[in-house]
């Protein structure tokens, strides 16, 4: 069962980015006890992350018992310009949270297969158990890109990553989008292991790929639903001219 998906409109990336910020604080504050964050990748959540840096953010923030996971990693070092998780760290995890609370798809294995294997066996350390129940999510909310193909995280249209189903992280040996490297993916299953999905689409670049995956639910995009919420932030240069599909 997935649930059904929600649109928020809002008015531009600035907008988006302070949304995004309210529904984190929001779902950090809906659990008194340890919280787990699943971070994206790209572009699209730079300016959430600064907005998190910042002095209000950075103070409301129980950094003593959030933890900070990524969705997707390039496979290159940490602090290569590529790297997701290297970005977040740089604009706001490095500065404010306990280093171990900070969990990186360790991109310094030998293959994308071993790291995947590695991670895998964080998350199930993290979550205390080996198969992903829909009343215990792994995650308190999971961040979402859309690529201009209509992948997400590293889960490309017809790729075999997509349907796998008894695997929480997966290599995933060559990306046919830039940047063209081998990538780590967390799974559909272990996506959709969270109390909300929140994806992120701003700007006229998005139009098109927005339009089609609100319609195309072959698409990884469409595809990626959390068990419980599943909301789409989507600003005024990205929503679908045709209303009735937004
Ligand atoms: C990645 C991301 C990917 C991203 C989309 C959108 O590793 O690239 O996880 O899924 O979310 O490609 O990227 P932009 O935000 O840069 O448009």
Redesign the pocket.
């Known amino acids: 069962m997935t649930s059904p998906r929600s649109l928020i409109h809002v008015a531009d990336a600035d907008a988006l980015a302070a949304a995004a910020a309210q529904r984190l604080m929001a779902r950090i504050d809906a659990n008194p006890g340890r919280v787990a964050i699943c971070l994206?990748?790209?572009?699209?959540p730079k300016r959430l992350y600064e907005l998190l840096a910042t002095p209000d953010y950075a103070k409301a923030i129980p950094w003593d018992r959030v933890h900070w996971f990524i969705?997707?990693?390039?496979f290159v070092p940490q602090d290569d310009h590529l790297s997701?998780i290297g970005m977040a760290r740089a604009t706001f995890l490095d500065a404010l949270a306990p280093r171990d609370h900070v969990h990186p798809i360790p991109t310094d294995a030998a293959d994308p297969d071993t790291a995947a294997r590695a991670y895998e066996t964080t998350l199930k350390q993290f979550y205390g158990g080996t198969t992903l129940a829909a009343s215990k999510p792994l995650f308190d909310l999971v961040l979402?890109?859309?690529?201009p193909d209509g992948?997400?995280?590293?889960l490309f249209p017809g790729y075999p990553a997509i349907e796998v189903r008894d695997r929480w992280v997966v290599g995933v040996p060559l990306a046919h989008v830039a940047p063209f490297v081998p990538?780590v993916t967390l799974t559909l299953p272990a996506l959709a292991s969270c109390r909300e999905m929140l994806f992120l689409v701003s700007g006229a670049d998005k139009r098109e790929i927005a339009t089609r995956a609100l319609t195309d639910d072959t698409l990884p995009a469409a595809r990626a639903r959390s068990h419980h919420e599943t909301i789409w932030l989507i600003d005024t240069d990205a929503t679908p001219e045709r209303l009735d599909v937004a």
Do not use: E, P, Q, Y
């Open positions: 994206t990748g790209g572009s699209s969705g997707d990693d390039r997701n979402m890109g859309i690529g992948h997400t995280a590293s990538r």
